[in-house]
């Protein structure tokens, strides 16, 4: 079983910073996209930002230019690196990865249980 764990989340004024973490474990042969969404009551999850296994990124228009996605393959940890925090980015983030198991065999879409992120104004 793969299972992921964020972290870093917390309370800041608007116009700060956070990096969060996601680390990933358990029997892991790959792990190929890795995202991080966020979600507030009464809203559906939302896609912030993922990055592929190469490498490529993508970003939603409402972060683009203010936050950074990366991964550490070695480490199995994904990152995001908020810069300039709005109110409106207040949400539970959430990890999420495919992770393959038993050589490639088995595709597992995974979930962290999410970290949250306040933003006061």
């Known amino acids: 079983q793969v299972q992921l764990v964020e972290s870093g989340g917390g309370l800041v004024q608007a116009g700060g910073s956070l990096r969060l973490s996601c680390a990933a474990s358990g029997s892991i042969f790959s792990i190929g996209t890795m995202a991080w969404y966020r979600q507030t009551p009464g809203k559906q999850r939302e896609l912030v930002a993922h990055i592929t296994s190469t490498g490529s990124t993508s970003y939603a228009d409402s972060v683009k230019g203010r936050f950074t996605i990366s991964r550490d393959d070695a480490k199995n940890v994904v990152y995001l690196q908020m810069n300039g925090l709005k109110s409106e980015d207040t949400a539970v983030y959430y990890c999420?990865?495919?992770?393959?198991?038993?050589?490639?065999?088995?595709?597992?879409?995974?979930w962290g249980q999410g970290t949250q992120v306040t933003v006061s104004s």
């Open positions: 999420n990865a495919v992770a393959y198991r038993d050589f490639g065999r088995i595709r597992e879409d995974v």
